[in-house]
């Protein structure tokens, strides 16, 4: 079933590529190379556990395009990884480092895993070894990983130390997302929630919402969802409903988020606490001014698009909107702010913190919230320019943005 979902998330984003590419101009062999990653390793790693029983893991890296520059993007670890979902997640990197105008292409990882069931030596030898298996095809100058879904710093850590050994000398650069002792950058970690913050005030401006006030549904309160609700909340808007993976709460009044945050556990559960919940499907349906799905990929279909009464979409999450809802959501007027676009932060900090790498030299936290602002917003007026200047959706529009500095690259170095 998983493989299926995946396989509809790879076809959809293929549908999107060739669409831009075609609005741009380009031909059909570009839009063959550029539908598919030029690279895709699947790897086994063998992994003694704590029982003294070796368990077999399946891993993949995706390298989607390196006309640009190296390819760049997370490693998740989780039971549901697939082939097809790696695919499609290195396809976005690229399109988010080409909104982002980054020195990238689009890359992305994953073992089929279970962190949650797993001791911390077992996760630190999964991570030690997903690393042995990859090592031919990463690095500071090709291959540049991060964290991702149920992984860390600590993952990373491990990673960068297994790298370092392979390699036999000291590689900060090699991947992003570390603590900061070990070259990591301040702000690294709220980077994707800061970063949706910034569409969202772009987005309720142009719709002449003032954000004190304002009333914000979050699904998902994951890294990225409870960073958001927090910095939503210090802003003074209104956080009206939350979710977690055993429902909903809401509240019109607003949340009191200081306590959810505070009761919630390293999984995003809080929800569980409460006996007065709503479903994730009725928090989708809120009245509100801004939705964000911050949780999983096709939250927003044709069957539920027509009931969202929400004014702006931001969308914090991978593909939350199938390509039908995208267009039902378009034709009712609801202003969508795409993932490609909104979700952008993380992948810009990290680029922040592999330039501070390769500098030695080290920025201060407002100095990287100043950058991460300026380069979002450039961001967002250059997808919305499109948007109303070619008369196209917000999704294609920033497919268009995303995927035409690498495409320009593959053209100038005669690949095509």
């Given at each position: 079933?998983?493989?299926?979902?995946?396989?509809?998330?790879?076809?959809?984003?293929?549908?999107?590529?060739?669409?831009?590419?075609?609005?741009?101009?380009?031909?059909?062999?570009?839009?063959?190379?550029?539908?598919?990653?030029?690279?895709?390793?699947?790897?086994?790693?063998?992994?003694?556990?704590?029982?003294?029983?070796?368990?077999?893991?399946?891993?993949?890296?995706?390298?989607?395009?390196?006309?640009?520059?190296?390819?760049?993007?997370?490693?998740?670890?989780?039971?549901?990884?697939?082939?097809?979902?790696?695919k499609a997640l290195s396809i976005w990197m690229s399109l988010k480092c080409g909104i982002a105008d980054l020195p990238y292409?689009?890359?992305?990882?994953?073992?089929?895993?279970?962190?949650?069931?797993?001791?911390?030596?077992?996760?630190?030898?999964?991570?030690?070894?997903?690393?042995?298996?990859?090592?031919?095809?990463?690095?500071?100058?090709?291959?540049?990983?991060?964290?991702?879904?149920?992984?860390?710093?600590?993952?990373?850590?491990?990673?960068?130390?297994?790298?370092?050994?392979?390699?036999?000398?000291?590689?900060?650069?090699?991947?992003?997302?570390?603590?900061?002792?070990?070259?990591?950058?301040?702000?690294?970690?709220?980077?994707?929630?800061?970063?949706?913050?910034?569409?969202?005030?772009?987005?309720?401006?142009?719709?002449?919402?003032?954000?004190?006030?304002?009333?914000?549904?979050?699904?998902?309160?994951?890294?990225?969802?409870?960073?958001?609700?927090?910095?939503?909340?210090?802003?003074?808007?209104?956080?009206?409903?939350?979710?977690?993976?055993?429902?909903?709460?809401?509240?019109?009044?607003?949340?009191?988020?200081?306590?959810?945050?505070?009761?919630?556990?390293?999984?995003?559960?809080?929800?569980?606490?409460?006996?007065?919940?709503?479903?994730?499907?009725?928090?989708?349906?809120?009245?509100?001014?801004?939705?964000?799905?911050?949780?999983?990929?096709?939250?927003?279909?044709?069957?539920?698009?027509?009931?969202?009464?929400?004014?702006?979409?931001?969308?914090?999450?991978?593909?939350?909107t199938t390509l039908e809802a995208t267009q039902i959501l378009t034709d009712r007027g609801i202003l969508l702010v795409p993932?490609?676009?909104?979700?952008?932060?993380?992948?810009?900090?990290?680029?922040?913190e592999w330039v501070q790498n390769n500098q030695g030299y080290y920025w201060d936290e407002n100095e990287v919230d100043t950058?991460?602002?300026?380069?979002?917003?450039?961001?967002?007026?250059?997808?919305?320019?499109?948007?109303?200047?070619?008369?196209?959706?917000?999704?294609?529009?920033?497919?268009?943005?995303?995927?035409?500095?690498?495409?320009?690259?593959?053209?100038?170095?005669?690949?095509?």
């Amino acid at each position: 079933m998983a493989d299926i979902h995946a396989h509809d998330i790879l076809k959809s984003t293929q549908i999107v590529i060739e669409q831009a590419l075609r609005k741009l101009g380009h031909q059909d062999s570009m839009i063959e190379l550029l539908k598919e990653p030029m690279r895709i390793l699947t790897v086994r790693i063998p992994v003694r556990m704590d029982d003294g029983t070796t368990t077999i893991f399946t891993g993949y890296r995706s390298q989607h395009n390196d006309a640009v520059g190296p390819t760049k993007g997370g490693v998740r670890f989780h039971p549901g990884v697939t082939e097809p979902e790696v695919k499609a997640l290195s396809i976005w990197m690229s399109l988010k480092c080409g909104i982002a105008d980054l020195p990238y292409g689009g890359g992305k990882g994953g073992v089929i895993c279970d962190p949650r069931k797993m001791s911390f030596g077992e996760l630190e030898r999964v991570s030690r070894g997903y690393v042995r298996a990859v090592s031919q095809i990463v690095g500071p100058t090709k291959d540049i990983p991060a964290p991702d879904v149920m992984t860390n710093s600590q993952i990373m850590a491990w990673m960068l130390d297994e790298y370092s050994r392979i390699r036999e000398f000291d590689s900060p650069g090699f991947i992003t997302g570390k603590p900061i002792v070990l070259g990591g950058s301040k702000g690294r970690e709220t980077a994707t929630a800061r970063g949706v913050v910034i569409m969202i005030e772009e987005a309720l401006a142009l719709r002449g919402i003032e954000i004190k006030g304002a009333r914000i549904v979050i699904q998902g309160f994951g890294n990225a969802g409870s960073y958001l609700a927090k910095f939503m909340h210090e802003a003074g808007a209104r956080v009206i409903g939350i979710s977690d993976v055993n429902g909903a709460l809401y509240n019109e009044e607003g949340l009191d988020i200081p306590y959810l945050l505070d009761r919630r556990d390293s999984f995003g559960n809080v929800t569980n606490l409460f006996p007065q919940t709503i479903t994730n499907d009725q928090l989708l349906e809120l009245d509100c001014d801004v939705l964000v799905p911050a949780a999983i990929e096709n939250q927003i279909t044709e069957t539920n698009a027509p009931n969202i009464r929400a004014s702006i979409i931001v969308e914090a999450a991978n593909g939350p909107t199938t390509l039908e809802a995208t267009q039902i959501l378009t034709d009712r007027g609801i202003l969508l702010v795409p993932d490609v676009l909104a979700s952008a932060g993380g992948v810009i900090v990290s680029y922040f913190e592999w330039v501070q790498n390769n500098q030695g030299y080290y920025w201060d936290e407002n100095e990287v919230d100043t950058k991460l602002r300026i380069m979002m917003i450039r961001g967002f007026k250059q997808v919305y320019e499109i948007h109303q200047t070619r008369n196209v959706d917000m999704r294609l529009a920033a497919y268009m943005t995303g995927v035409r500095k690498m495409a320009e690259a593959v053209r100038y170095r005669g690949w095509v």
